[in-house]
């Protein structure tokens, strides 16, 4: 398994992301409006294998800029994989400055 700092470095991750719900809700933005931007800049897919919202490794805290932190967890009633994908701090404050940009530029994102 983890080691006790790896266990506490992803507590502190997860203490400091947002799901894309709360993240769209504080740049005051729809949610759709959001995950539109976050997939048609390449931030984000849906994967069909799992019908959820997955970031790419370029983004994430593992392989990437950190912009994402991808949970994932086991089902306690099925046994399968779970995927969250939650934006960090350093995400929300690059969303926020683009999305300023963007109204600033053209009236809306």
Request: hydrophobic letters at 30%.
């Amino acid at each position: 398994m983890f080691s006790n700092d790896k266990l506490k470095e992803i507590e502190e991750l997860e203490k400091d992301t947002l799901s894309i719900k709360e993240c769209a809700k504080k740049l005051e933005v729809t949610v759709q409006d959001f995950k539109k931007y976050l997939l048609d800049n390449g931030y984000i897919y849906l994967s069909e294998k799992v019908n959820k919202i997955i970031c790419y490794d370029d983004y994430s805290t593992r392989n990437g800029s950190g912009l994402f932190y991808l949970k994932t967890d086991i089902s306690k009633v099925n046994g399968k994989k779970m995927y969250q994908t939650k934006v960090t701090t350093k995400g929300f404050e690059l969303f926020q400055k683009d999305l300023e940009e963007r109204r600033l530029n053209y009236g809306s994102i």
